[in-house]
T-cell receptor, first 113, second 113 residues
């Protein structure tokens, strides 16, 4: 169990630029979740995959956000035309199934200049 | 809308003191309940979980939590805290029929040696 890996750890970009984050879940885990966490708040659910299928998306996920998990393994989260309000920690978690606990990565901190 | 409330935002205790952190949720149906901990510089880790059965659940490091359905609560307890318990604690709820997880805003615990 090598844990959930997220890259990069920190991304600094100018407003209006596109950014992409990567998450490598624990290898046998079918479920993959993306969350966003801002200062003083708990993680907010963004979206969830069962293998390669994206099964749920939060209303928080605007049209500028897109997530993929093309082969049911790693996942990417892309934010287009970044805005100041996108500054946050983006967390990825994975689990074997709905009854098993989620394992979280260290997150990618996005800073918008 | 689904919500999870953690009323204690910051708790400061001396070592050996007893701990109780409150968690209340708003969903009326069947839920799964979790407490996660985030130690300084580390990722979120599961402390304990409740799915069904005995409403008093025991987790790692001497923590326990009690599910009181009538009060929509899942409070976390530890009889005697240690300095190493200094961390951020998050309560989370997952509806039994869904895949979205809802986290509280977190409680920061500082234990003074």
């Amino acid at each position: 169990d090598t844990g959930v890996s997220q890259n990069p750890r920190h991304k600094i970009t100018k407003r209006g630029q596109n950014v992409t984050f990567r998450c490598d879940p624990i290898s046998e885990h079918n479920r993959l979740y993306w969350y966003r966490q801002t200062l003083g708040q708990g993680p907010e659910f963004l979206t969830y995959f069962q293998n390669e299928a994206q099964l749920e998306k939060s209303r928080l996920l605007s049209d500028r956000f897109s997530a993929e998990r093309p082969k049911g393994s790693f996942s990417t989260l892309e934010i287009q035309r970044t805005e100041q309000g996108d500054s946050a920690m983006y967390l990825c978690a994975s689990s074997f199934d709905s009854l098993q606990p989620q394992h979280f990565g260290d997150g990618t901190r996005l800073s918008i200049l | 809308a689904q919500s999870v409330s953690q009323h204690n935002h910051h708790v400061i205790l001396s070592e050996a003191a007893s701990l109780e952190l409150g968690c209340n949720y708003s969903y009326g149906g069947t839920v799964n309940l979790f407490w996660y901990v985030q130690y300084p510089g580390q990722h979120l880790q599961l402390l304990l979980k409740y799915f069904s059965g005995d409403p008093l659940v025991k987790g790692i490091k001497g923590f326990e939590a009690e599910f009181i359905k009538s009060k929509f609560s899942f409070n976390l307890r530890k009889p005697s805290v240690q300095w190493s318990d200094t961390a951020e604690y998050f309560c989370a709820v997952n509806k039994n029929t869904g895949n979205q997880f809802y986290f509280g805003t977190g409680t920061s615990l500082t234990v003074i040696p």
